[in-house]
């Protein structure tokens, strides 16, 4: 089944460390995005990548990182200069650019820093 | 004045009731308008977009679309427990910048 896989489902960071969440999806879709949810907000983009090797900030990108070197693949590093970085992050794809077509999304990771 | 914006909620309504969930926007310039379910925890999936004023109809959804008025309604009939979750609206921005803003999302509870 094609589908968007994110890893960890859970995560625990302690102040000061890099973690990273993995998304991978097999849609074949050219464009993938990172979205922040935060409770009693909507979601806000972080990052996006319309083509490999390419990506563009969002509206939160500061403290974040990505990169797009395979389609398949689009890894977000969350440093430790994000300030306030515990989440809900979801990744999505879509067959076109931003916001010109549907986004399917993956399961989401949780991140909690201690 | 946010660019999206729908009522937090909880919206309760009855089983087998009409539930009534509405978004209204910023942008007159934008183009296309979405509404995704979100249950607790989990993901959001799409229901429904819209791109012209009126009604679409997917079996139990209707999402209305007033560009004039600068609102997105989504309409569930015969509402069941299983729909109880939040329901997100987006909205594709006119112009160059063509994002897609997400209001918060409103709490729809069906009492069975």
């Known amino acids: 089944d094609g589908g968007i896989t994110q890893s960890p489902k859970y995560l625990f960071r302690k102040e000061g460390q890099n973690v990273t969440l993995s998304c991978e999806q097999n849609?074949?879709?050219?464009?993938m995005y990172w979205y922040r949810q935060d409770p009693g907000q909507g979601l806000r983009l972080i990052y996006y990548?319309?083509?490999?090797?390419?990506?563009q900030k969002g509206d939160i990108a500061e403290g974040y990182s990505v990169s797009r070197e395979k389609k398949e693949s689009f890894p977000l590093t969350v440093t430790s200069a994000q300030k306030n970085p515990t989440a809900f992050y979801l990744c999505?794809?879509?067959?076109?650019?931003?916001?010109?077509?549907?986004?399917?999304f993956g399961a989401g990771s949780r991140l909690t820093v201690l | 004045q946010k660019e999206v914006e729908q009522n937090s909620g909880p919206l309760s309504v009855p089983e087998g009731a009409i539930a009534s969930l509405n978004c209204t926007y910023s942008d007159r310039g934008s183009q296309s308008f979405f509404w995704y379910r979100q249950y607790s925890g989990k993901s959001p999936e799409l229901i429904m977009f819209?791109?012209?004023?009126g009604d679409k109809e997917d079996g139990r959804f209707t999402a209305q679309l007033n560009k004039a008025s600068q609102y997105v309604s989504l309409l569930i009939r015969d509402s069941q427990p299983s729909d109880s979750a939040t329901y997100l609206c987006a909205v594709r921005l006119g112009g160059a910048t063509n994002k897609l803003i997400f209001g918060t999302g409103t709490l729809l509870a069906v009492q069975p």
């Open positions: 849609l074949n879709h050219d464009a």
């Open positions: 990548s319309q083509i490999v090797n390419d990506f």
């Open positions: 999505a794809s879509s067959i076109g650019t931003l916001g010109a077509n549907v986004l399917t």
């Open positions: 819209i791109y012209s004023n």
